[in-house]
């Protein structure tokens, strides 16, 4: 058995070429281990009978926002060749400490490994030339009593697993509701759902790019909000 997650996906656009969508917290890309009915890939073809979608590119299981999906196979090698040539714009937003050391805009830079045949959970920091690079700013502190919180835009200049993730928790500004990052939680038992309540604080915000088969400037915004940023101080 296979617990529904209970949030629904929103559909942002679609035409001949793409189709992107507003994914919600908890929902896997694409099928793979516990997870194979309850993905976006299976309730997007299902619900748009488009049997030949596939990701342009992918967002962790626990996190939100902006998703892009191609439509025609004979096009897909484009989509793609964008993100190998770092011409697409990508940002996000994370809840996080704030943190009165961390002068913000700020780049990160970082080496970060993953050992071969190891889990997702083995991404770490390592000495060495730095191979992942975001822009970390500060959008504003959260209103009491969460002044220890804060909005942080993170612009990825690079793509590499867990990228966001690990620098923050780097930087000593862990993002609220990782559950790998700095301490790794046990995944649920087989057939128990998670803890819908605590959802990893990260939102793909927006992404674009130059349509490499139209030409056509590409601009897709994410409708959600992330749940402690309800609370940021104006």
Do not use: C
Not at 6 to 18: A, C, G, K, S, Y
């Amino acid at each position: 058995d296979e617990p529904r997650v209970p949030f629904e996906i929103d559909l942002l656009h679609r035409d001949e070429h793409l189709v992107v969508v507003d994914k919600p917290h908890f929902l896997p890309v694409i099928p793979g281990g516990r997870h194979l009915r309850e993905t976006v890939l299976v309730r997007l073809q299902r619900a748009l009978g488009i049997a030949t979608l596939a990701p342009m590119h992918r967002l962790d299981r626990e996190t939100a926002g902006v998703l892009v999906f191609t439509v025609r196979p004979d096009t897909r090698h484009a989509y793609h060749a964008l993100l190998r040539e770092h011409a697409v714009h990508k940002a996000y937003e994370a809840v996080a400490p704030w943190r009165a050391g961390l002068a913000t805009p700020a780049l990160a830079r970082h080496r970060l490994d993953k050992p071969a045949g190891a889990g997702f959970m083995q991404v770490r920091v390592v000495d060495g030339q730095p191979n992942a690079q975001t822009l970390v700013e500060l959008v504003g502190r959260l209103a009491a009593p969460r002044r220890d919180l804060a909005l942080y835009r993170l612009t990825p200049r690079t793509g590499f697993t867990h990228q966001l993730r690990v620098q923050m928790n780097a930087l000593g500004a862990p993002i609220v509701g990782d559950r790998i990052y700095p301490r790794l939680w046990p995944e649920p038992a087989a057939g128990e759902p998670p803890d819908w309540s605590h959802p990893l604080q990260l939102l793909a915000r927006e992404i674009a790019f130059t349509d490499p088969v139209t030409g056509a400037e590409r601009r897709f915004t994410s409708r959600r909000r992330l749940q402690s940023a309800a609370d940021l101080a104006r």
